[in-house]
Structure formats: C-alpha cells, structure tokens
C-alpha cells in the first residue's frame, strides 16, 4: 500500500457508509477510561477504583427515562436482556468497566433499567440498556414498543449452567415482540457462564439451545428470524468476543475498515491486524483472513500490557497525561519468529499486527504503509465527525422548537 486510497475514492466506494449512527454526548464509564485492567489479572492497588467502589458510577448510569423525548436519539442501542441472575450486569461491568471477574459475585441485583452511553468520540458509540432480570410486557408502565424501535441490537443472556427451558420461553416472548415493533433488530443469544461446561458439553448445550429456539420460531411460523449464539464467559476473552461481534455489527463503517485492512496487510506482508477500541478492548475490524482465539487473546494481553506500564511509569508527576497518545507504539517478539506490533491510530483506536520474523525486516515500509493506513482511517473519522455535528446542530433546533420562549418545555420531562 504505497499509496492510501485517497477520501474522495472512499467516499465513491463506499458513499452510503459514512452515516453514523450515534451523537457523543456522556463520557465513557464513571470510572477512569485508563484506569488499569482490574480484569483478567486484577490490578494493583490505589491504581484505578472498581466501578463497585465508585460512586461517581452511580450517577452516571442513567435510570431511564421513558417520558424524556430525546433520550431516543440516533445512537444504536444494545440491550442485555435475560433472567435474574443469568448475568448481564456482570457482562457489562467486565467489558465496559474494566470489573474484575471474581468483583461480579458483589453485584446487587438490578431492580430499575439502566442505561449507559458508551461514547468515545470515534467508531463505537452506542448504549447499553441493563434490565433487570424479569420484565413483564405485559405492564402497561413499560413500553416496550418506544424502546424496541430504537434497538440496534438485543443481547439475550441464558445461564447455561442453570436449567434453561424458562429462559428459552422468555426468549421467544422477547423476541417475538422485538421483531414485530423493530425488524431491523440484530439478536444475539449469549450462552453465558460456559467457564463451569467441559468442552463436550458446551457444544451439546449449544446445539441443543440452538434447536431448541429455532424449533420455537419456527412453530410460530416466525422462522425468517436469525438468531446468533455465542457462547460466553467472563472469565475469558470470550466475552469481549462476542461483544466485538455484536458491536462490528453497528458500525457503519465497517467495509471500508476492512478493506483498508486488507490493502494495509497484504502490501506490508502481515500476517493478520486487529482495529481495537483500546479501553473496551473490543475489535472493531480485522482483515478478511480467519480469527483464531490464542490471536485475539495475545492482542488483549499486549494492550493490557502496554497500558499497565504507560499508567504505571508513563504518566508525569501527579499523574497528569494519558497512557495512551500519539507515541504509543510497542513490539513484542515471541518465542515462535512472530512479532506482535502495536501502534496509535486514533485516541482510541490502535493497530494490533501479527508479523512473521522476515517480515519484520522491512518495517520501514509497514510503517510507512501504516502511515498511509493511519491517514484514511482519520479522513473516514473526520467525514464521520461532520456528520455528528451536523446532527447536533439539528437536535439543538428541534429542542429549541419543543421549548416555549421562556424556555420551559412544551412537553413534560
Ligand atoms: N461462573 C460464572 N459466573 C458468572 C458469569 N457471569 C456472571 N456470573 C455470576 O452470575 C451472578 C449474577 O450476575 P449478575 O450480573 O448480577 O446477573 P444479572 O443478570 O444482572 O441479574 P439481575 O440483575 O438480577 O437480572 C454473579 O454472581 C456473577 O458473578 C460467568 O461468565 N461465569
Ligand atoms: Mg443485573
């Protein structure tokens, strides 16, 4: 890739991509976005607080408010549905907060939706909507109609280690009245807490679950309804996953993200890239060859490596800075000829590359591919950024038109 594809061949390939979905409004999560992983490895003390521990948290998940006419703005919404105690809270605290594992047995049961905005200002921007366990549709106080239309995608959690025929019943009546207000609805079936089933009886339950919910469907003559399944942990990687499935999903963008991937890797002679959303540690793309677990797993393990040391001895006095800027950059070489490459893309983002040994010889030219990689990536950022303001603007004017001149508005928040 000696030369990036210039924005205006971007925009001629790929001109209905660059819409956006979502308006940054909130910060991501309460807790510090660089905070040290508190997750697989746990992190040292004082160095970044739990979400747990954080009140700041508290006012930041937002409890929902039906009546607030632009809570329903453009941003896609993801909603973690399921039975009590199947697991959703914890899913989003581990992948959103950084939560240790083992911190999730603390967690209080949810008794109100919550919802929270995942906004950094670049690819992934969304909300999270947390339920809590039982919701009965049939309560005339939820309305289920005005939050299934601006549903991106709807994540139904079943405990596997639980006996799962209540919660299969549950997730057909979710889905059934998902997909008559909202067709366009992504569903996403976690089989969750997989870490206590051998390896057998994992694909059994999962083919079992599969059949089982597809036969439900089909019965009711509902069989042109795709259901995905993954099966899950949070004690793994698993978890991030399968939510950096369900995120790519809503991206947009995400064509041209792998097209640029595929002209970056097969020009710099990589053997495989990752796009990663450094704080969630989600990849929002990768190139067009197979993704293995050790490969992602060794991804993760190299940012959470990267950002613990930056946090640990990058920051200036009284921690001013961030870990993670325009020189973050690291390698790392493995006993097996294979170099992991680690460079900023954006604020956010950063390339995560898979390089055989010889390859890695000529590095003078994968950067400068990554140059020209790095500068479409931001030209497709900034065309993203325009159409975020020009959204605001507009949201501005349509609230100033809802409000009297005195300001009060006309309709009751
Ligand atoms: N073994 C195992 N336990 C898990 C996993 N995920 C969550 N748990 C445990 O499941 C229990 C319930 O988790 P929550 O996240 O509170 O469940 P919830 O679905 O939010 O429950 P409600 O808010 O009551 O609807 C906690 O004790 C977690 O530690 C997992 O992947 N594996
Ligand atoms: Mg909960």
Known sequence: METAPPPSILRVLFPGRFRIHGVSSVRRSGVGAWAPRGGMGGHPPGLGGTPAQDPELET??????????????????????????????????VVFHKMSPNETLFLESTNKICREDVSNSSFVNFQIWDFPGQIDFFDPTFDYEMIFRGTGALIFVI???????????????????????????????????????????????????????????????????????????IYDHSIFEAFSKVVQKLIPQLPTLENLLNIFISNSGIEKAFLFDVVSKIYIATDSTPVDMQTYELCCDMIDVVIDISC????????????????????????????????????FLALVCFVRE?????????????????????????????????????????????????????VLL
């Open 60 to 93: 930041c998940a937002q409890v929902l408010d039906f009546s607030d006419p632009f809570s329903t703005e453009v941003k896609p919404r993801i909603l973690l549905m399921g039975l009590r105690r199947s697991g959703k809270s914890s899913i989003q605290k």
């Open 159 to 233: 405990d596997s280690q639980d006996d799962y025929m209540e919660a299969l019943a549950r997730l057909h009546l979710t889905v059934t009245r998902a997909y008559k207000v909202n067709t366009d609805i992504n569903f996403e079936v976690f089989i969750h807490k997989v870490d206590g089933l051998s390896d057998d009886h994992k694909i059994e339950t999962q083919r079992d679950i599969h059949q089982r919910a597809n036969d439900d469907l089909a019965d009711a003559g509902l069989e042109k309804i795709h259901l995905s399944f993954y099966l899950t942990s």
């Open 312 to 347: 640990i001895y990058g920051l200036k006095e009284h921690g001013a800075g961030t870990p993670y800027d325009k020189e973050s950059t690291a390698i790392i070489k493995l006993n097996n000829t294979t170099v992991l490459y680690l460079k900023e893309v954006t604020k």
């Open 358 to 410: 010889e390859s890695f010889e000529r590095k003078g030219l994968i950067d400068y591919n990554f140059h020209c990689f790095r500068k479409a990536i931001h030209e497709v950022f900034e065309v993203r950024m325009k159409v975020v303001k020009s959204r605001k603007v507009q949201s501005r004017l349509q609230k100033k038109k809802a409000a009297t001149p005195n300001g009060t508005p006309r």
